[in-house]
């Protein structure tokens, strides 16, 4: 069984920026972030290859940049220019391959998951 720990959120005035941790008992070619509101349903932050090609949602493009660290198995999620939209629960998983070799922000493919994050940004 996989395990995905995150850690790094909070509470942060608008502007301000967080750097999220995701740390895996065994990572995956894709890691991905992801986060959800109430109410809503889970959006695909960023992801990112084992050989580090990103991918990245427009509303966090410029402002959001995702890392991993494979001899830690930790993938990591800088988030700068923080915006009170931004505020949510953060959750990282891993995931298999795709044929494209492009990791998906959709959150279909994601078989293991950590249990989150909440960033709150005011």
């Known amino acids: 069984h996989v395990q995905l720990v995150e850690s790094g959120g909070g509470s942060v005035q608008a502007g301000g920026s967080l750097r999220l941790s995701c740390t895996a008992s065994r990572s995956s070619y894709c890691m991905g972030w992801f986060r959800q509101v109430p109410g809503k349903e889970r959006e695909g932050i960023a992801s990112?290859?084992?050989?580090?090609?990103?991918s990245y949602a427009d509303s966090v493009k410029g402002r959001f940049t995702i890392s991993r660290d494979n001899a830690k198995d930790t993938v990591y999620l800088q988030m700068n220019s923080l915006k009170p939209e931004d505020t949510a629960m953060c959750t990282c998983?891993?995931?298999?391959?795709?044929?494209?070799?492009?990791?998906?922000?959709?959150?279909?493919?994601?078989?293991?998951w950590g249990q989150g994050t909440q960033v709150t940004v005011s």
């Open positions: 998983a891993r995931g298999p391959r795709p044929r494209s070799g492009v990791c998906y922000l959709e959150p279909g493919p994601y078989n293991f």
């Open positions: 990112i290859s084992d050989d580090g090609n990103p």
